[in-house]
């Protein structure tokens, strides 16, 4: 597996010219919002933080359909179903296998299919498809206390969201400071399909998403 690794991340820094976005995110309302919604729901379908975020990826990676492409044969290959891979790590090392047409799911079919992927993932009983076929990834290391992670894009898609932990921090709001739960999120994104202006427009658009997450349950 280490082998296998260090091919991919060796691969990607030489061959996909990165370039790097970061951003502070006010995760207040989403956490509230995940609450409210957790009171509700079975065990099964009990949304995470990385749930919320895959749901707000996916949404932005259909309005935003480039950092769901590859560049391929001096072109842009399109992909049509968004497959958003999630960081597991394992004691032989890290995977990170797919979610699979997250942009048909709803939120609580993202959180419990999230969970099927993982214990399947820890268990080596994952399908071809879910290592192979990704088109995103969310590397996640909030739950270790890392504020901030900046990843190496997962060849051949076109971006990784590196995801640092939910943290209370002093926040500037309507003209007053006060403290409000922020996350800092990076994205990597190969300058070769997209360039920073749209990287801003994207990271952007989750932004949004997760600080307004009604519009996560639509």
Same mark, same amino acid.
């Given at each position: 597996?280490?082998?296998?690794?260090?091919?991919?991340?060796?691969?990607?820094?030489?061959? +996909?010219? @990165?370039?790097?976005?970061?951003?502070?995110?006010?995760?207040?309302?989403?956490?509230?919002?995940?609450? +409210?919604?957790?009171?509700?729901?079975?065990? #099964?379908?009990?949304?995470?933080?990385? =749930?919320?975020?895959?749901?707000?990826?996916?949404?932005?990676?259909?309005?935003? !359909?480039?950092?769901?492409?590859?560049?391929?044969?001096?072109?842009? $290959?399109?992909? #049509? &179903?968004?497959?958003?891979?999630?960081?597991?790590?394992? =004691?032989?090392?890290?995977?990170?296998?797919?979610?699979?047409?997250?942009?048909?799911?709803?939120? %609580? &079919?993202?959180?419990?299919?999230?969970?099927?992927?993982?214990?399947?993932? $820890?268990?080596?009983?994952?399908?071809?498809? #879910?290592?192979? #076929?990704?088109?995103?990834?969310?590397?996640?290391?909030?739950?270790? %206390?890392?504020?901030?992670?900046?990843?190496?894009?997962? !060849? !051949?898609?076109?971006?990784?969201?590196?995801?640092?932990?939910?943290?209370?921090? !002093?926040?500037?709001? =309507?003209? /007053?400071?006060?403290?409000? /739960?922020?996350?800092?999120?990076?994205?990597?994104?190969? @300058?070769?399909?997209? =360039? %920073?202006?749209?990287?801003? &427009?994207?990271?952007?658009?989750? /932004? %949004?998403?997760?600080?307004?997450?009604?519009?996560?349950?639509?």
């Amino acid at each position: 597996m280490r082998q296998a690794i260090a091919r991919r991340m060796t691969t990607s820094k030489q061959t +996909q010219p @990165h370039y790097y976005l970061t951003l502070d995110i006010d995760m207040t309302d989403a956490l509230a919002f995940r609450k +409210q919604l957790n009171e509700a729901a079975d065990d #099964e379908r009990r949304v995470s933080i990385n =749930d919320l975020i895959v749901k707000a990826c996916a949404v932005a990676l259909e309005r935003h !359909p480039k950092f769901n492409a590859e560049f391929a044969d001096e072109s842009l $290959k399109m992909h #049509e &179903r968004i497959n958003i891979c999630i960081g597991v790590a394992l =004691d032989e090392g890290l995977i990170a296998p797919a979610i699979m047409d997250c942009g048909s799911k709803t939120l %609580g &079919r993202i959180a419990k299919d999230a969970k099927d992927v993982i214990e399947r993932a $820890k268990g080596g009983r994952l399908r071809a498809d #879910e290592y192979s #076929e990704g088109t995103f990834t969310i590397t996640n290391l909030g739950a270790y %206390g890392v504020e901030a992670l900046i990843g190496i894009i997962n !060849p !051949p898609q076109a971006a990784i969201l590196g995801v640092g932990s939910v943290m209370a921090r !002093p926040a500037v709001v =309507d003209g /007053q400071v006060t403290v409000r /739960q922020l996350m800092k999120v990076a994205l990597s994104a190969d @300058h070769r399909v997209t =360039d %920073g202006a749209e990287g801003a &427009r994207f990271i952007k658009e989750i /932004q %949004g998403l997760l600080e307004n997450p009604a519009s996560l349950a639509l």
